[in-house]
Structures are given as C-alpha cells and as structure tokens.
C-alpha cells in the first residue's frame, strides 16, 4: 500500500511538474528548434511553432504534371530540366544525341519516355554523374541496356563505386581526373573537379553555350542549405564553393533539391546566409570554454561529456536564435535547419 502511494504521489509530482513546464512553455513560447520536434499536441516543440514555407518559395515551384508526376521544361533551346519536386536532373538534346545528367531513383525510370517525348528519334549517349551519392545517380541502370552509352565521372568516384557498389549505380566507363571537356553535337560540356560536398570529389558540369552550370547539393533555392549545409563532408570547403560558382558565367544553377532552379541571386542570397552563420557560430565559441567549465563546475557529480554538451547546445542555441531572426523573413525552413548549420561551424571550429 505504501508503495502504491508513493508511486500514485510520484505520478502526481511528475504531471504537475510536465503540466508547469508545458505551461510555462506556452506562455514563454520557449521552444528550442534543437530540440526533437514533437508531433503530439501540449509538447514542448510542438511542430506548429515552426513556421510554413514563405509564400515567395512556394510561388516559385515549378508544376508538377498529375498524369507524369514531373515537371519537364526547356530552359534553353534544347537543354531541359527534369524535377518531381524534390530531385532534380536535366538533359541536353544535340545534334548527334542527348547527354543526361544525374539519374534519381525517384523519377529516373521515367526519364527514357520524357527524353524520347522531347527529343524524337534521338539517342542516349552520355550520362554524366554530379557526385557518388546513390540519391543523385542510383536510378542509372534504367540505363542499362543503352548501347554505346558512356557513363562519365570522376576518377575518385570510380574508385568508390568499383569498392562498393551502390545499388542502381552504374560504374562509369569514362573517367576524369583533372578538368575535362567534351564536344558532342556541336555542344560542349565542361567538367571541373570540386570539394564542396561528397567526400569523393564533386563535379562542377558547366555548359558554356547555355549559361548553366550544375553543382549538386550546394544550395536549395528560396531556402536555408538542408540539413548540416546540405550534409557536406567538408564546411570549410563548402564556404569556397560561392565564390568559385560565381566565377562561371550561368544563368541557371541546378543544386539538385527543392524544385526551383536557382540563379545568381540565389547563389548570393546563400553566401550571405553561410558567412552569417560562420560569423556568428565562430564569435559565439569565444566564450566556449567559459561556459564548459560553468557547466562543468555546476554538474556536482563531474562530467566533462555532459559538460562539454551544455557548452555546445548554449552556443548553438544563441547562434541559432540570432539566425532565425535575421533571415526568417528572407529564405524559408531557417527556424528547421540554422540549429544544425551553426553546429556544424561550431564543431569544425572545436577541430581546427
Ligand atoms: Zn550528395
């Protein structure tokens, strides 16, 4: 009986004290975007504090055909781009035959209908791969049977596929290291080799004679990058990449996500929005270790983990919330994401 009490008083304790915190979470409006989003009405981080997409992003979303599930459009003569909504390839019609670019297994099984709906009679002959990741590239063995086809990529790409092979991924048959260029059909495409994202090399594919230029998970246009910038394995070279893209002379950017294309606009809108969140991320580890050993002094039973952890989630906390207020109003999902670009600054800081 004594126990049952004891637990009935503890269940009791415990609801007063999650009703108390739930209600001085909503007076106080004190949710952490660091924290789990919860999808269970009276949580802390209830999904409903995060703000809907802006209406200039969602304005800016191509339309998807109900009956193909795609979005195809000619952006310059003979070059299309390719979305479902959420990847993003294209291809280029020349006189002599199509180059592809990027296969999605989303939607890649589709693309030998839309290429031959777009250009009648014409064959498939090179399929170019951005980077090694199977999210960009695994639908290419709709491919398989084309003959002739020459799939290209990096040479370290290559190497990783003929190690492990990614389901759906073919293994290129042309290979690059430094920066190579072809003329097919009187098109000629530019590749450079570029670290800004996989950790196999990236590859920059450029079409001089159509102002587009194609860098894979780099930037989401009329958004913050997805999640650790895009999951860049690099941020220190991740930061490089605007200036570098900005070199090229491009109309168009394909990053690969979101629907939207994006322009240079959009390049430098994202500039600033990364040397924002370097800046801030970096003068907040100023006070790192200040705020480790006042955790470290307060935590009574000493641990340093623990610690170390109260640092780094105060000053991605204040990195965050400064990011959130200044770019709300300008790209969308900043209040989803800027918790964990600021944590990826401050982590690279701690490593450098
Ligand atoms: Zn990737």
Redesign the pocket.
């Known amino acids: 009986m004594k126990t049952k009490q004891r637990l009935l008083s503890a269940v009791a304790a415990l609801c007063l004290t999650t009703f108390a915190a739930q209600a001085e979470n909503t007076v106080l409006t004190q949710f952490i975007t660091g924290n789990d989003v919860g999808m269970v009405p009276g949580h802390a981080n209830h999904f409903t504090a995060f703000a809907p997409e802006l209406p200039a992003m969602l304005a800016r979303m191509p339309e998807i055909n109900p009956e193909t599930g795609l979005h195809v459009s000619e952006i310059k003569p003979g070059l299309f781009f390719v979305t479902e909504g959420v990847y993003q390839s294209a291809f280029l019609e020349t006189n002599d035959g199509v180059i592809v670019f990027d296969a999605p297994p989303s939607f890649a099984h589709k693309l030998p209908e839309t290429i031959a709906a777009h250009a009648p009679g014409k064959a498939i002959n090179y399929l170019v791969y ?4 199977s ?2 590239i695994g639908g290419a063995n709709i491919f398989g049977e084309v003959d002739g086809l020459q799939i290209i990529a990096h040479a370290d790409v290559a190497e990783s596929l003929s190690k492990s092979p990614l389901p759906g991924v073919l293994e290129p048959t042309l290979i690059f290291m430094e920066p190579y260029e072809f003329t097919f059909g009187s098109e000629t495409v530019k590749l450079t080799p570029a670290s800004f ?2 950790e196999d090399t990236d590859t920059i594919i450029y079409l001089p004679g159509q102002n587009f230029v194609m860098a ?2 780099t930037i989401t246009p009329g958004e913050v990058p997805f999640m650790n910038f ?2 860049t394995s690099d941020i220190g070279a991740y930061m490089t990449f605007f200036d570098t893209i900005l070199e090229y002379d491009f109309d168009y950017i394909l990053s ?1 996500h979101v629907s939207a294309l994006g322009t240079r606009d959009d390049v430098i809108i994202a500039r600033g929005y990364a040397q924002d969140v370097w800046q801030t991320a970096i003068s907040g580890m100023e006070s790192f270790y200040d705020s480790f050993n006042e955790a470290f002094a307060t935590i009574e039973y000493k641990n340093a983990n623990l610690a170390y952890r109260v640092a780094i989630e105060s000053i991605r906390r204040e990195c965050a919330g400064e990011i959130i207020d200044r770019w709300d109003s300008k790209l969308s999902v900043v209040d989803v994401w800027a918790d964990s670009h600021c944590q990826t600054v401050i982590l690279h800081k701690i490593m450098h």
């Not at 951005?130 to 990741?133: A, E, I, K, R, T």
């Open positions: 951005s980077h090694g990741h999210d960009h994202h996989a894979v998970d895009g999951a690969g």
